[in-house]
């Protein structure tokens, strides 16, 4: 009798175990691309997950950091690389280009009014379309600090925090589906 | 589907491309009553495919799909 019982306890604590195994019906993005057509795949997915009832997290790390960077904001305080960078990278969506054909910005700048003829939606309101969803987006700290980028630069996004590798790989070990993109 | 279904919303989606069809009807699901049926309306080709597909997954019943020229008629009941 208290054989079976200790039975039944190891079964609990196998079966306890096993659930914690089962991921959670999660995706997990690392957005590495600061190509346009690239980052608009990511939220197109990123959307379309929610409404498939996913819960989404993106990670923005190199390229795709500059991607989340306002216009309209500015960052005091930075040395020359950190002043160097921000110059030579995008300053936010409008500023990114076509991973191919870009054609001097001719290519981008096509596709652009091609996508606006077709109503596709441009990589702005796919990003509004997210945060309304509630796309969660974590950013490189490491990337941000590498490229000189201060937090003040960075979009009004209401999911957004900072983070490093561990976070992803705790999301990522959570998610049923992870992609880098 | 016999003449008598009910329809609780009609929406007009033509000429919206993936992902917009999706992330449309997802919402407008969620306005009607379960057991409430949706009429759809769709010109992007993907959505044939992605509507099966959303439904299976969010555990909604696609219980017709008129295909007339370039748009598709989806009537969707809400099941959860």
Same mark, same amino acid.
């Given at each position: 009798m208290q054989n079976i019982e200790a039975q039944i306890e190891a079964l609990?604590?196998?079966?306890?175990?096993?659930? *914690?195994?089962?991921?959670?019906?999660?995706?997990?993005?690392?957005?590495?691309?600061?190509?346009?057509?690239?980052v608009l795949a990511a939220f197109v997915i990123a959307t379309g997950a929610v409404a498939m009832g996913m819960e989404v997290v993106m990670f923005f790390t190199f390229w795709g950091t500059p991607i989340l960077r306002d216009k309209t904001k500015k960052a005091g305080g930075k040395d020359t690389m950190g002043k160097m960078f921000g110059a030579m990278l995008p300053k936010g969506t409008c500023e990114v280009k076509l991973s191919k054909m870009n054609m001097g910005g001719m290519g981008t700048a096509?596709? *652009?009014?091609?996508?606006? *003829?077709?109503?596709?939606?441009?990589?702005?309101?796919?990003?509004?379309?997210?945060?309304?969803?509630?796309?969660?987006i974590f950013v490189c700290e490491m990337s941000?600090?590498?490229?000189?980028?201060n937090r003040e630069e960075m979009i009004d996004y209401s999911g957004l925090s900072y983070c490093g590798v561990a976070t992803f790989l705790e999301q990522a070990n959570d998610s049923k589906i992870q992609l880098f993109i | 589907m016999s003449e008598e279904m009910k329809i609780a919303k009609v929406m007009d989606l033509k000429g919206l491309p993936c992902p917009m069809p999706i992330l449309k009807v997802n919402k407008g699901?969620?306005?009607?009553?379960?057991?409430?049926?949706?009429?759809?309306w769709s010109t992007d080709p993907g959505s044939l495919s992605d509507f099966p597909s959303w439904a299976r997954t969010r555990g909604h019943q696609i219980l017709k799909t008129d295909q007339n020229g370039d748009v598709t008629r989806f009537y969707v009941q809400r099941i959860v």
């Open positions: 609990q604590s196998q079966i306890a175990a096993m659930d *914690k195994k089962i991921p959670s019906n999660k995706i997990s993005m690392i957005v590495f691309s600061g190509d346009m057509d690239k096509m596709m *652009k009014s091609l996508m606006k *003829k077709k109503n596709v939606a441009s990589l702005d309101q796919m990003m509004e379309m997210a945060e309304e969803f509630g796309v969660q941000m600090d590498l490229m000189g980028f | 699901i969620k306005e009607v009553e379960i057991g409430q049926v949706i009429e759809v």
